[in-house]
């Protein structure tokens, strides 16, 4: 599941896969569980009115290590 994250273009952070969702990149969507909720409950409305697949992850740092880097992410997002 999180396998495409390391393999797939992809966003990483709250700003880049917030730009990603606007400019309909997105094809699936990463939300850590752990997140704070204000951080990401816009991520969540932009998802569901365009009927973007959205995947929680255990924790932002599990998220982060599968997406190749060193530090937490709160969101990710494979790209079109």
Do not use: P
């Not at 204000?38 to 932009?46: G, Q, T, Y």
């Amino acid at each position: 599941m999180l396998d495409s994250l390391q393999q797939e273009n992809k966003a990483i952070g709250i700003k880049q896969t917030n730009k990603a969702l606007n400019q309909d990149k997105v094809k699936i969507l990463y939300l850590a569980q752990d997140a704070d909720t204000h951080l990401v409950e816009r991520l969540v409305d932009i998802a569901n009115k365009k009927n973007i697949e959205i995947i929680y992850v255990d924790s932002m740092k599990k998220l982060g290590k599968a997406c190749g880097i060193d530090v937490s992410a709160a969101a990710a997002a494979t790209l079109k």
